[in-house]
């Protein structure tokens, strides 16, 4: 149980381009989505928290109008990347907290995406 | 600001053999303490977990110790497998924000 599926897994786009990358909760409702940008051999960076219904909230540093995330059910969150540059390429995770089958959280797949 | 400081980087452990990984946090409000594992190109797959209020929690071949004084907290895998290649990050939690520590890169040889 508690799964967050997240697509798609990877993507390339032209530089210029948006991208959007999708989380569904599949069994459970998450109110809250945290957003993650890892790059290669490094740590899991929060980039925003997004909340159903109320607009997210973003990291020092992350550029909120690069980073559209909106959550407009409790199965949906989603972040769109507008107008990519090459150094938007990184790996993307979705999280969402739970509470059962046991307290914590989990993870969607991740989206890899590269700009070229 | 980096709030869990983790180490090794990077360790090779010969198969049957057993591999720890260290971590030190700053912050008293944290909670909640998870080791993640995470395969290349995957996300995060919680391992084990544990609170303040236990000094140690072991399930099948993970253990994690906690010191709460000293602000420490390890993974221990007891008889490490190929398969066990990944990268580990531990992470804490205050409220509902987790916060990782940098990663460690696991090799085991078999």
């Known amino acids: 149980g508690a799964v967050v599926s997240q697509h798609p897994s990877w993507v390339i786009c032209k530089s210029g381009t948006s991208v959007k990358i999708e989380c569904r909760s599949l069994d459970f409702q998450a109110t809250t989505m945290f957003w993650y940008r890892q790059f290669p051999k490094q740590s899991l960076m929060l980039m925003a928290t997004s909340n159903e219904g109320s607009k997210a909230t973003y990291e020092q540093g992350v550029e909120k109008d690069k980073f559209l995330i909106n959550h407009a059910s409790l199965t949906l969150s989603t972040l769109t990347v507008t107008s990519a540059h090459p150094e938007d390429s990184s790996f993307y995770i979705c999280s969402a907290p739970i509470v059962a089958p046991n307290y914590g959280y989990t993870f969607g797949s991740g989206t890899r995406l590269t700009v070229v | 600001q980096q709030q869990v400081k983790q180490s090794p980087q990077s360790l090779i452990v010969q198969k049957g053999g057993i591999s720890i990984i260290n971590c030190a946090y700053e912050?008293?409000?944290?909670?909640?303490f998870p080791w993640y594992q995470q395969f290349p190109g995957k996300g995060p797959a919680l391992l084990i977990a544990i609170r303040p209020d236990v000094s140690e929690k072991k399930e099948g071949r993970f253990t994690i110790s906690f010191n709460k004084s000293a602000k420490q907290f390890s993974l221990h895998i007891m008889d490490s497998q190929p398969g066990d290649s990944a990268t580990y990050f531990c992470a804490a939690t205050s409220g509902s924000r987790l916060t990782f520590g940098e990663g460690t890169q696991l090799t085991v040889n078999p």
């Open positions: 912050n008293t409000a944290f909670d909640y």
